[in-house]
């Protein structure tokens, strides 16, 4: 079946470092992949998107690149704030769903913490 | 524009007692989610809801029930709380039925069995 894998943290950064966080999928086809953000005590917001390969999803000066072929969706930032501490969830949807049939299968989160 | 809600925001049951988390969402979506997250384990689908009238299962559907009540509101009922029952809960939802569409996540319920 569909996964996802993503590193585990907690990952610690110093205010102003760069962030990777690796994010590798297994899928038929093409699925759209999704970051999804966690701040502490709230549910899971978007925080970027790509349908294709290819694609760049962009948003709050975080970046991910869908790979097809390393079938990977790693999401980067040139310098993090101590706002961006919190759970970073890499998920997809496969290309063959439907109809409202399109759980999201995430991977097991990154906990992220930035110090000043 | 509340978007997701979720009711109660936290809750205690002894194992074998019953209780109806809630969901409701104002933003006019077809479809509909309940997640689990667990330590380590991300979020796994419980039940979706494709459109008013239609429930199904997802990757963990044991031990729940879901009702769409109508098109705002989906709620999940456990007949007989166990401990493995532990978890926060999540509703979503998404706008039609299009390829890539956002889902919505509400605030969480966190949940847990004695």
């Known amino acids: 079946g569909d996964s996802v894998t993503q590193m585990e943290g907690p990952v610690t950064l110093s205010e102003e470092a760069f962030l990777t966080i690796n994010c590798t999928y297994t899928a038929t086809g093409y699925p759209s992949l999704f970051w999804y953000v966690q701040y502490p005590g709230e549910g899971l917001q978007l925080l970027l998107k790509a349908t294709k390969a290819d694609d760049k999803g962009s948003n709050k000066g975080f970046e991910a690149t869908y790979r097809k072929e390393t079938t990977s969706f790693h999401l980067e930032k040139g310098s993090v704030q101590v706002s961006d501490s919190a759970v970073y969830f890499c998920a997809l949807l496969p290309q063959y769903s439907g109809g409202g049939a399109d759980g999201l299968t995430f991977g097991k989160g990154t906990h992220l913490i930035i110090q000043p | 524009n509340a978007g997701v809600t979720q009711t109660p925001k936290f809750q205690v049951l002894k194992t074998g007692q019953s209780m109806t988390l809630q969901c409701a969402q104002d933003m006019n979506h077809n479809s509909m989610y309940w997640y689990r997250q667990d330590p380590g384990m991300g979020l796994r689908l419980i039940y979706y809801?494709?459109?008013?009238?239609?429930?199904d299962k997802g990757e963990v559907p044991n031990g729940y029930n879901v009702s769409r009540l109508n098109k705002r509101e989906f709620s999940l009922r456990l007949e007989s709380a166990a401990p493995s029952q532990t978890s926060v809960y999540f509703c979503?939802?998404?706008?039609?039925?299009?390829?890539?569409?956002?889902?919505?996540f509400g605030p969480g319920t966190r949940l847990t069995v004695l």
């Open positions: 809801s494709a459109s008013e009238g239609t429930t």
């Open positions: 979503a939802s998404k706008w039609g039925i299009d390829f890539g569409n956002e889902q919505f």
